[in-house]
């Protein structure tokens, strides 16, 4: 149905008994009023504004301004031709607000402190987390204490690796180590930080293959360094194993040059993997 709407015509107008009834309005190509059938919920049908629109030279693209009476005919029209209008100058404007919205959010994400991030994850995961008294335990002992009072945006990976190399090499705390990394603030659209298990979930989604556990990564990633002929005492030192009681007395070196050399093996093996021997050609080899 086309008609030039009007504030007393939508008003007015009966949900239909079933489907959904579409009025374009005459007076703005492309907008529109949809109402749905009534509702218990909604007596008088839900009724809300669409709008369909083509930047120049591109494909039509449609988006939903919002509900009738809450937005009101009026500001339906008006939002719609400005659409229209900058959609003329090859502009989408919703894209474009929604780019500007998220550039924002990350830029206020990113003004926050360690401790302002952490703290607010863990009240998301206090009593969801059977291992919150852990997590809280990292935060307070070791991240807050050395990072804090830093701004994310501040932060830098130097940052990161000296936090890491002094629970590991100064204090001897491997496991610690391993498990504080874990919990180092990757931010849900710059609001809580992810957890592992929603990463995996995630990789699940995109790559279609679920069933599989993050431990295969690492236990992968051992078996790769073997295999390369990566030293024991090197593939061990990678994947953070602790190393007998005698070695971290008497040994306190830290080895990050060979451990370094060693992911690149295995990053430049992978390449060559994943990309079915195309890049062989790039690649550098190097002695064991």
Not at 33 to 39: D, E, K, M
Not at 178 to 195: A, Q, W
Not at 217 to 234: D, Q
Not at 255 to 280: C, F, M, Q, S
Request: charged share 30%; hydrophobic share 35%.
């Amino acid at each position: 149905m086309k008609i030039k709407l009007t504030d007393r015509f939508i008003r007015t107008r009966k949900p239909p008994a079933k489907g959904r009834l579409i009025i374009t309005d005459t007076a703005l190509p492309g907008l529109s009023l949809r109402i749905n059938p009534a509702s218990s919920k909604n007596p008088d049908g839900l009724r809300y504004w669409l709008l369909r629109y083509r930047p120049r030279h591109q494909e039509q693209r449609s988006t939903v301004l919002g509900p009738y009476p809450a937005l009101s005919l009026a500001y339906a029209r008006q939002r719609a031709g400005d659409i229209v209008n900058v959609a003329k100058k090859g502009i989408d404007l919703i894209a474009e607000e929604k780019r500007q919205a998220e550039d924002r959010q990350k830029a206020e994400a990113m003004a926050r402190t360690i401790s302002e991030v952490g703290n607010d994850y863990l009240a998301h995961i206090r009593g969801r987390l059977k291992s919150y008294q852990n997590i809280s335990s990292r935060f307070r002992n070791h991240i807050f204490p050395a990072l804090g009072n830093r701004l994310i945006g501040e932060v830098r990976r130097v940052d990161i690796v000296e936090l890491l190399d002094k629970l590991q090499h100064r204090h001897g705390l491997c496991h610690m180590t391993n498990r504080v990394r874990e919990s180092l603030i990757c931010p849900i659209e710059g609001k809580r930080p992810m957890t592992v298990h929603q990463i995996k979930a995630r990789l699940d989604r995109e790559t279609g293959i679920e069933d599989w556990r993050l431990h295969d990564l690492r236990r992968t990633l051992r078996s790769g360094l073997a295999e390369l002929g990566v030293s024991y005492e090197i593939a061990e030192r990678v994947i953070g194993h602790s190393m007998p009681q005698l070695e971290r007395t008497y040994n306190v070196f830290a080895y990050r040059e060979e451990k370094r050399n060693a992911l690149e093996r295995w990053a430049r093996h992978l390449t060559v993997i994943v990309t079915d021997g195309r890049a062989a050609r790039n690649v550098v080899p190097l002695r064991a």
